[in-house]
């Protein structure tokens, strides 16, 4: 089975967070299996980065055999100036076409991938309600009082979990966000880039 084509999608999705573009990779093969993936960083800043660098590398491993795992990850590693050396962003990329080529083995041997990893470690693993300073539920919204950290975890308790992730330096006192990154917007359209420009002083 040879690789013929990849694939890379910036998803659509509906989410409470504008920007929030997952990258996806499918990697099709002359035996018509193809296998998905996906980069691990789908908002702010590095997605587009993570998917330009992906079209860049992809070609690389046009007609190699699916199950050259190893040689396909080192040919990626090493096979690109900004690859070799690692970093966020060359492992997001390397990543989404590894998870591709793991979900070609699995369809093609009609297993699990985990089956292919070498079985369960864990049968058991713990899911918690993440990132509950937003509020937990379909639209973001900061909360800043200890009693509606209360309220956001008793909602995802009520939901099922039994354990919460919370940042509480997220916001300051008046819920604004105090990622240098991104501000909050209270005009009702959440997330925006922050807009940095040369210091005046």
Not at 28 to 34: A, F, L, S, V
Not at 48 to 75: C, F, N, R
Not at 113 to 123: F, I, S
Not at 149 to 156: G, L, N
Request: charged residues 20%; hydrophobic residues 40%; neutral net charge.
């Amino acid at each position: 089975m040879k690789i013929t084509s990849i694939d890379i999608l910036k998803a659509i999705v509906d989410s409470p967070t504008p920007g929030w573009f997952p990258v996806c990779v499918r990697i099709n093969t002359d035996e018509g299996i193809c296998g998905w993936g996906e980069s691990g960083i789908p908002v702010m800043t590095g997605r587009d980065a993570t998917m330009v660098l992906i079209s860049e590398i992809a070609p690389y491993i046009l007609g190699m055999d699916h199950l050259e795992h190893a040689v396909i990850w080192q040919k990626l590693y090493h096979g690109a100036y900004w690859s070799y050396g690692g970093g966020p962003i060359p492992f997001a990329a390397i990543s989404a076409l590894d998870i591709a080529l793991w979900d070609i083995k699995g369809k093609a041997t009609n297993q699990p991938v985990y089956k292919l990893l070498g079985g369960k470690v864990n049968p058991r693993i713990k899911a918690y309600a993440s990132q509950i300073q937003l509020g937990w539920g379909p639209v973001d919204h900061p909360i800043v009082a200890p009693a509606e950290y209360a309220q956001e975890a008793k909602r995802a308790i009520a939901d099922g979990y039994t354990a919460v992730k919370v940042d509480p330096l997220w916001t300051d006192d008046k819920g604004l966000c105090t990622n240098p990154q991104r501000i909050y917007r209270t005009d009702n359209s959440s997330w925006e880039w922050k807009k940095l420009a040369p210091s005046t002083s």
